[in-house]
C-alpha cells in the first residue's frame, strides 16, 4: 500500500500546482463521476483509492483498463484538494485542444472567456456552454488554468467533452473567429444580446473583461 511518501504519490501531489501539471502534461481528478468521464476518453494514466473506496467503488473500477494503486488515508488526503476527499484519484493526461481544429469543424457557438481568474467560475462556464450545445469554450488573456482542480470539479465533467482552448493573445483567437465567419459579441454591453438575425449564424460568445468588440 502507498503512502503520502511514496513516489508515485508524491510524483503525483505536484499536480495540484500548474507549474506541476504544465511540466508533466497532467493533471488530477477526484470522485467517481469525473473518474469514470476521464476513461471515457482513455485519459487516465495513473489511479489511486483507499481500500474503502475501492471496495465503494468496485463495479466502476472492475472496468477501468487501468488497475488502482492502494493508498493510505493520509496519502488520499494528499492527493485531494478537498475538504472530504473521495478516496479515489486518477492522473490523467491533458486533452489536446487546438483552435485550428475547432474552426475548422464550422462551429455554430463558441464561448470566450478574457481574463477569467475564479477556477470555479471556469469549471461552470464550461459546463453550462457545454449543455448549450458551444462547440468550444476558449479561456483568453490570463484566465485560470482549466485544469485546477476547482475549475474541473466545476465543470462537472464537461472539461472532458468540451474542447477547451487555451488562448492567452485574446486578439489573435478573436481574429481566427472572425475569419472563419463567427460574429463575436461581448456579454453585458450593448453588443450584447446579438441581433435575431445573428441567431442563424455562427456565434462567438464574450465575457469577461476586453474591451467591446465592434
Not at 486578439?171 to 473567429?177: E, G, I, S
Amino acid at each position: 500500500m502507498l503512502t503520502e511518501r511514496s513516489g508515485r504519490v508524491v510524483a503525483a501531489v505536484k499536480l495540484h500546482r500548474h507549474v506541476g501539471r504544465r511540466r508533466a502534461q497532467r493533471f488530477l481528478v477526484e470522485g467517481a463521476h469525473l473518474v469514470e468521464a476521464a476513461a471515457k476518453r482513455g485519459l487516465i494514466r495513473d489511479l489511486f483509492a483507499t481500500e474503502s473506496a475501492a471496495q465503494r467503488y468496485a463495479a466502476l473500477l472492475a472496468d477501468l483498463d487501468t488497475p488502482p494503486h492502494l493508498v493510505t488515508d493520509r496519502a488520499a488526503k494528499a492527493l485531494s484538494d478537498t475538504v472530504t476527499p473521495a478516496g479515489l484519484v486518477a492522473v490523467c493526461e491533458l486533452p489536446i485542444a487546438d483552435l485550428a481544429d475547432v474552426l475548422a469543424g464550422t462551429p455554430r457557438l463558441v464561448a470566450v472567456a478574457v481574463q477569467l481568474g475564479e477556477p470555479g467560475n471556469a469549471g461552470t462556464l464550461i459546463r453550462i456552454a457545454d449543455a448549450m450545445g458551444a462547440a468550444a469554450v476558449i479561456l483568453g488573456g490570463r484566465s485560470v488554468d482549466p485544469y485546477n482542480g476547482k475549475c474541473v470539479r466545476a465543470s462537472a465533467g464537461s472539461i472532458f467533452t468540451l474542447p477547451v482552448v487555451v488562448a492567452p493573445d485574446v486578439d489573435v483567437a478573436v481574429a481566427a473567429l472572425a475569419a472563419t465567419g463567427v460574429i463575436c459579441h461581448e456579454d453585458g454591453t450593448t453588443g450584447w444580446p446579438p441581433t435575431r438575425d445573428h441567431l442563424f449564424g455562427s456565434l462567438g460568445m464574450i465575457v469577461g473583461g476586453w474591451p467591446s468588440v465592434n
